[in-house]
């Protein structure tokens, strides 16, 4: 890992280095001590917080919580001051827990997705509302999903959104309007996650998230996608352009690099969280696959230019840096930053009290923003001294 007994981690007075990246990579087994001081630690939420995103201008962040287990408390959508960590607003209308949020391009809108964590509540859909940034009046709510909005996201112009659910569709909305332009449906079980690239002619979509989907009938119903998909989609055709293959398990969290050449995503640790879901049943589990890695993707061939496996653990989020020298990772209580080129780990963040939901960084790739079930944001100070 290291290469001639040299440590590739951040150092002082040093630049990362652009080098090939190779097929796979073995995390080391020592322990990597603590780096990247925390600058801030945001509480106000009332439940986990699932979703953080920085604003255009690195200014603001805002955050979005709700129930991982059946609860009567409505999930929040948050706006913070970036720098002092300030409360500025409280988007209110959620009825469920929310689980996405976006900020537009430009700045001056957010998106929220949300819905029951329960899948089978037929009289209460899946949501996606649109805020102004500014004052958090609601512009739009936008009804069609069935089930939970698990992902929204924006293009790059701001004039589409996309939302991904567990109705196992990924729908496209015209913002100016509110009118749905695309509906996807080629999934077998519910879309985790969705992201444009960054020219806006491409969509990205993960699946196989597997769950107990409460009662139906009478009988207990469990939801999964057995193909562990990943999928580029044309958004002017609405059809599938290139198959991601070769993932062994759900797909959590994408995140395209600036050009568009690369696609990183994260696995789960499928049978941590049949634990957690199934036992509301009290069922036996199914036999599932497991991934638990970190790939990075050509997005011209399909094919994995690297692979992070081995201690990784259930990888809930995943975020790549915007010169695309750095992913960062959510595993477990752990935020992870790896060299996106190397595989190399250069920073392990342990101050969360509870699994990490998100990872974001910001704009100048300068800070990463944390998401955790212990109901706190905390923003990091992720620069390597120059």
């Given amino acids: 890992m290291t290469g001639q007994g040299r440590d590739n981690r951040l150092q002082a007075d040093e630049k990362p280095a652009d080098s090939a990246a190779p097929a796979k990579v073995e995390p080391p087994a020592g322990q990597v001590a603590d780096a990247g001081p925390k600058t801030l630690t945001l509480e106000g939420h009332a439940l986990a917080v699932t979703s953080v995103a920085f604003s255009p201008d690195g200014k603001r962040l805002i955050s979005a919580s709700g129930g991982f287990q059946k ?5 929040e959508v948050k706006m913070w001051d970036a720098v002092t960590g300030q409360e500025l607003l409280t988007l209110k209308g959620h009825t469920e827990s929310v689980w996405s949020v976006a900020f537009s391009p430009d700045g001056k809108q957010v998106a929220s997705g949300s819905g029951d964590v329960i899948q089978l509540q037929r009289n ?16 739009l709510l936008l009804k069609g999903h069935i089930h939970r909005v ?3 996201a924006f293009s790059p112009d701001g004039k589409w959104l996309a939302s991904a659910s567990d109705d196992r569709t990924l729908k496209v909305w015209d913002m100016a309007t509110g009118q749905e332009l695309l509906n996807l449906t080629a999934f077998t079980g519910p879309v985790s996650s969705v ?4 020219d806006g002619k491409r969509l990205a979509s993960a699946s196989g998230i597997y769950g107990y989907g409460g009662k139906w009938l009478g009988k207990d ?3 999964g996608d057995e193909s562990c998909e990943l999928k580029l989609w044309d958004v002017s055709t609405g059809r599938v352009s290139l198959r991601l293959k070769g993932l062994a398990g759900p797909v959590t969290s994408m995140a395209f690099s600036a050009d568009g050449n690369r696609l990183a995503s994260a696995s789960l640790n499928s049978l941590n969280y049949l634990l957690e879901t199934y036992s509301m049943a009290g069922k036996t589990l199914p036999a599932v696959r497991d991934d638990r890695t970190v790939r990075v ?6 094919l994995a230019s690297l692979t992070l496996e081995g201690r990784l653990g259930s990888v809930s989020s ?4 915007p010169n695309g020298k750095w992913l960062g990772t959510a595993q477990d209580r752990a935020v992870k930053v790896w060299n996106a080129n190397t595989g190399q780990e250069s920073l392990t963040l342990n101050e969360h009290t509870d699994q990490v939901t998100c990872v974001a960084f910001s704009p100048d790739g300068k800070r990463l923003a944390t998401a955790s079930r212990d109901k706190t944001v905390k923003v990091w100070n992720v620069t390597p001294r120059q």
């Fill in 71 to 75: 609860t009567t408390k409505s999930g």
């Fill in 124 to 139: 209460k859909p899946g949501e996606v509302r649109l805020w102004d940034a500014d004052t958090g009046e609601e512009i």
């Fill in 150 to 152: 698990r992902c929204v």
């Fill in 195 to 198: 992201a444009f690239s960054p």
């Fill in 221 to 223: 119903y469990f939801y």
């Fill in 297 to 302: 993707w050509d997005t011209a061939t399909g």
């Fill in 318 to 321: 995943i975020a790549m840096s």
